[in-house]
């Protein structure tokens, strides 16, 4: 998990080195581009079949949802300083936490209400309001959290038929030709020293990506979940070391509130599945 934090920063700082030579539209395109290069080999070696899908419709709603994220994420990276886009992004979780009490009809804990409510006030320690705080930047990343929020609550869906190979290639594929309409208006051939720059972007991304999945399948949520704190502290080294930004104490300790209200709703859903473990059952059989 350390090691995957590490990584979304690194991608981060590539996305915000590169953003003044590539429109963020076309840093997209390249970032799902070079993505799927990265399952080509998955699919020579599994065949056609992992595409098999009753829930393309799904599939296709979640593309969408994340090339607009992606979309939002990259052009805030050019406005923002990286410690408080990583920040901002401990949000996901909370917008995950009210969509499914809302779509999915899970149940409302009065504990759960009171960690959603701390971390919202998080976001406005940082965001700032009442002082002008609110940048543009700042609510692209917002907007793209809420954004990559509802991808994964429809994620969830999908996962109860198909499997983490179908849905991850499904959302690659459907990405492609958003982030490409978006980025046509704004293209421009990228040198080769840029294409190496927008290679890296991809293979940080899918390490990033390969070792959460790997992290969440060595140890409980609860436990990997901390580490992802550390995101702040590795955008605010990058973002000092390489474009000269230093993070306010608002940043600091808005990003703390936030991180902690989601790491608690975390912990607490651990909790109540462990202790309803014939519940849990009970629901698979259903959604077989």
């Given at each position: 998990?350390?090691?995957?934090?590490?990584?979304?920063?690194?991608?981060?700082?590539?996305?915000?080195?590169?953003?003044?030579?590539?429109?963020?539209?076309?840093?997209?395109?390249?970032?799902?581009?070079?993505?799927?290069?990265?399952?080509?080999?998955?699919?020579?070696?599994?065949?056609?079949?992992?595409?098999?899908?009753?829930?393309?419709?799904?599939?296709?709603?979640?593309?969408?949802?994340?090339?607009?994220?992606?979309?939002?994420?990259?052009?805030?990276?050019?406005?923002?300083?990286?410690?408080?886009?990583?920040?901002?992004?401990?949000?996901?979780?909370?917008?995950?936490?009210?969509?499914?009490?809302?779509?999915?009809?899970?149940?409302?804990?009065?504990?759960?209400?009171?960690?959603?409510?701390?971390?919202?006030?998080?976001?406005?320690?940082?965001?700032?309001?009442?002082?002008?705080?609110?940048?543009?930047?700042?609510?692209?990343?917002?907007?793209?959290?809420?954004?990559?929020?509802?991808?994964?609550?429809?994620?969830?869906?999908?996962?109860?038929?198909?499997?983490?190979?179908?849905?991850?290639?499904?959302?690659?594929?459907?990405?492609?030709?958003?982030?490409?309409?978006?980025?046509?208006?704004?293209?421009?051939?990228?040198?080769?020293?840029?294409?190496?720059?927008?290679?890296?972007?991809?293979?940080?991304?899918?390490?990033?990506?390969?070792?959460?999945?790997?992290?969440?399948?060595?140890?409980?949520?609860?436990?990997?979940?901390?580490?992802?704190?550390?995101?702040?502290?590795?955008?605010?080294?990058?973002?000092?070391?390489?474009?000269?930004?230093?993070?306010?104490?608002?940043?600091?300790?808005?990003?703390?509130?936030?991180?902690?209200?989601?790491?608690?709703?975390?912990?607490?859903?651990s909790r109540v599945k462990m202790q309803r473990p014939d519940r849990g059952v009970a629901s698979n059989r259903r959604e077989g």
């Amino acid at each position: 998990m350390l090691l995957a934090v590490l990584a979304a920063a690194a991608m981060n700082g590539c996305v915000r080195h590169i953003a003044g030579d590539l429109h963020p539209f076309e840093i997209s395109f390249f970032r799902v581009f070079f993505g799927l290069l990265v399952f080509a080999p998955v699919i020579l070696r599994h065949g056609l079949g992992k595409l098999r899908t009753q829930r393309l419709r799904l599939h296709f709603l979640r593309g969408g949802l994340q090339a607009g994220a992606m979309l939002q994420f990259f052009t805030a990276l050019g406005l923002t300083p990286l410690a408080k886009v990583a920040a901002l992004q401990f949000t996901i979780p909370l917008f995950s936490t009210v969509l499914a009490l809302i779509l999915l009809r899970e149940t409302f804990r009065v504990r759960r209400v009171t960690a959603l409510g701390v971390g919202i006030l998080g976001t406005l320690i940082i965001l700032r309001p009442d002082v002008g705080g609110l940048d543009l930047g700042s609510g692209l990343v917002v907007s793209a959290s809420a954004s990559w929020a509802m991808a994964a609550i429809v994620i969830k869906v999908l996962s109860r038929t198909d499997s983490s190979i179908t849905i991850t290639i499904y959302g690659t594929l459907f990405m492609l030709p958003f982030t490409l309409l978006a980025a046509l208006p704004y293209w421009q051939a990228p040198t080769m020293e840029q294409l190496a720059w927008l290679a890296a972007v991809g293979a940080l991304a899918s390490t990033h990506n390969l070792f959460v999945a790997q992290a969440l399948r060595d140890a409980d949520v609860s436990v990997v979940m901390p580490l992802d704190f550390t995101k702040l502290i590795w955008s605010a080294i990058i973002g000092y070391l390489f474009f000269a930004e230093v993070p306010t104490v608002w940043t600091w300790v808005g990003g703390f509130t936030i991180f902690a209200s989601t790491t608690y709703i975390t912990y607490r859903e651990s909790r109540v599945k462990m202790q309803r473990p014939d519940r849990g059952v009970a629901s698979n059989r259903r959604e077989g």
